[in-house]
């Protein structure tokens, strides 16, 4: 599916099409049709059933318990790695043919209290992690990541990351891949590079909500190349909300916004995102 979006030339409305299919806009919808269903003596009945549903599709899309079940049922994320797996890929030579591959989640064209692009919070979660990881395996790191099809023009996030981790962490980055849009973007850009440097085993950094979607574009994009490369998953931000039992299931922001992420992550995946 995703090939058929790119070959119409839709690519830059994915975003569009993502927000238009996920919530709250499937709600509002259906509101508008009980709205319309009640006023009708005929099928006034069949309204109020569509409105207590969508009251119910609503409430349940703002907690925080149904995103952490939705995220199980249908993202299957994978356990972070541990030391014992960590071990074997910092042992030599495995090291020298191994990168770490962080995958951009987004950029602030302009951060009015840096003064400058800067990265946003998810990319920022990603990058400290994966610079982390790679002092602990001793191995370079790669930042992909250009211009989302959602963003304005700007510097490419993987510039920014570039800075960053020099100026600010001391550790300045092997790779930056800077012209991908999307996650299939970042595996078919990164691996162009890595094969250069005949690179065998990539631990790839990611949030665990979308690892499954990245795994697979780097292996599909590997097949393509023709490239023998090992993809070691490494999940990041899998803490669960600190939150009382009961908040769980009542609406709140981070409800809805794990609830809607999840949607998203699952819907990119059926649809070969």
Known sequence: MDS?????????????????LLPPVPWLLMMVVGARLMVSRRHWRSGWLVMLTVLLLMWLSCCIGVGRFLERAMLQVPPPL??????????????????????????ERVAPEYGESHLAPLSMQRLHYGLWLARKLNAPVMFSGGIGHAQTE???????????????????LRWTENQSRDTRGNAVASLGQLKADDVSTIVLVTHGWHMRRAQRAFQE????????????????????????????????????????????EALGFWLGA
């Not at 058929?4 to 238009?20: R, Y």
Request: proline share 8%; no cysteine; net charge positive.
């Open 4 to 20: 058929v979006i790119a070959n119409l030339g839709l690519s830059g409305w994915k975003p569009i099409i993502a927000a238009l």
């Open 82 to 107: 541990i030391e014992s797996q960590i071990a074997p890929l910092r042992r030599e030579p495995q090291v020298r043919q191994t990168a770490v591959v962080v995958l951009g989640g987004g950029r």
């Open 154 to 172: 700007g510097p490419a996030e993987a510039d920014i990351a570039a800075r960053i981790a020099a100026r600010d962490y001391g550790r300045p």
């Open 221 to 264: 994009a590997a097949q393509q190349r023709g490239m023998s490369v090992q993809i070691v998953a490494a999940p990041m931000g899998l803490a669960a909300a600190e939150v009382r039992p009961v908040l769980r299931w009542l609406p709140t922001q981070e409800g809805f916004t794990q609830v809607r992420m999840v949607l998203r």
